[in-house]
């Protein structure tokens, strides 16, 4: 799923159920629960600037090496 990240449809389902589970929404006013929604979003997808430019500088392909790295951590979380 490219508007995702590196994502399959197991994580996508599972995105979609976390969100009606999320209880922090009906907490929150909409537009304060909709700014800490897109900043835990751009949290959880940046990456610091050294680690990315070490990536660019040792893999012959950025986009392939980040999406095995991102599907080597998924199967490793789900085994343990």
């Known amino acids: 799923m490219p508007a995702l990240g590196p ?3 197991r994580d996508c389902i599972g ?3 976390d969100s009606y589970i999320d209880l922090t929404g009906y ?6 629960y909709c700014e800490v929604k897109i900043l ?3 949290n959880d997808l940046s990456i610091d600037k050294d680690t990315y430019e070490g990536i660019k500088k040792d893999a012959l392909d950025t986009c392939l090496f980040i999406r ?3 599907m080597q951590y998924r199967h490793h979380k789900v085994e343990n």
């Not at 907490?27 to 304060?32: F, K, T």
Request: one cysteine or more; glycine letters at 0%.
């Open 68 to 70: 095995d790295a991102c």
């Open 27 to 32: 907490a929150w006013e909409n537009q304060d």
């Open 7 to 9: 994502s399959n449809i």
């Open 15 to 17: 995105l979609l159920v």
């Open 40 to 42: 835990d979003v751009i």
